[in-house]
């Protein structure tokens, strides 16, 4: 049973610059596994931010990017704002059936 | 902007059955998703279908009770939930498929299993 594993919270400051990880129990995090990256802010739905790596959605602005990083998938978010505050969780497809998500960053900007 | 718009879920007791809908406001979409979050905990993938409609896949934990589908039309997609038991009790949400991912996701409907 893959374990995917996240920081648990983090802290950044207004303009600051963050990078949230997302590892595998089963082993290096590569494009195989297909990486994306879900914003939920509080009381609302997901967004969905990245996908497969470091692709970005019509709607994610351009100060988040996604990346591989030391074995991990990355999501760095560059220049946060107060808005940014949220749970950001990890996503990784180890088959089309075995789809795991990670237990969440909860991200605050202070 | 596409919408996807679950139906209203509901409280049922422990062994019950609900089926939850989700109307997409646009075109069909290819492969779509089932998705859960229990309150003040993750998420929790639950179910693929393909555009097939025949194509299938589940989560461990819901196989064998749960079972996803999709109107002729593909703009509905359903979650029959049966056996159901007090760790299903979630906020369940639908969503499109975009290469591996999530595209578009619906505002979620809130599932209560209790007796």
């Known amino acids: 049973q893959a374990v995917v594993t996240q920081e648990p919270s983090l802290t950044v400051s207004p303009g600051g610059t963050v990078t949230l990880t997302c590892g595998s129990s089963l082993g290096p995090v590569t494009s195989g596994l297909h990486p994306s990256w879900i914003q939920q802010r509080p009381g609302q739905a997901p967004t969905t931010l990245i996908y497969d790596t470091d692709n970005k959605l019509s709607w994610t602005p351009g100060r988040f990017s996604g990346s591989l990083l030391g074995g991990k998938a990355a999501l760095t978010l560059s220049g946060a704002q107060a808005g940014d505050e949220a749970v950001y969780y990890c996503?990784?497809?180890?088959?089309?059936?075995?789809?795991?998500f990670g237990g969440g960053t909860r991200l605050t900007v202070l | 902007q596409v919408q996807l718009v679950e139906s209203r879920g509901g409280v049922v007791q422990p062994q019950g059955s609900l089926r939850l809908s989700c109307t997409a406001s646009?075109?069909?979409?290819?492969?779509m998703h089932w998705v859960r979050q229990a309150p003040g905990k993750g998420l929790e993938w639950l179910a693929i279908i393909g555009s097939d409609r025949t194509t299938k896949f589940y989560a461990d934990s819901v196989k064998g009770r749960f079972t996803i589908s999709r109107d002729s039309s593909d703009n509905t997609l359903f979650l029959q939930m049966n056996s159901l038991r007090l760790e299903d009790t979630a906020v369940y949400y639908c969503a499109t498929d975009k290469e591996w991912a999530f595209e578009y996701w619906g505002q979620g409907t809130l599932v209560t299993v209790s007796s």
């Open positions: 996503l990784l497809s180890y088959s089309v059936d075995r789809r795991v």
């Open positions: 646009a075109f069909a979409f290819s492969n």
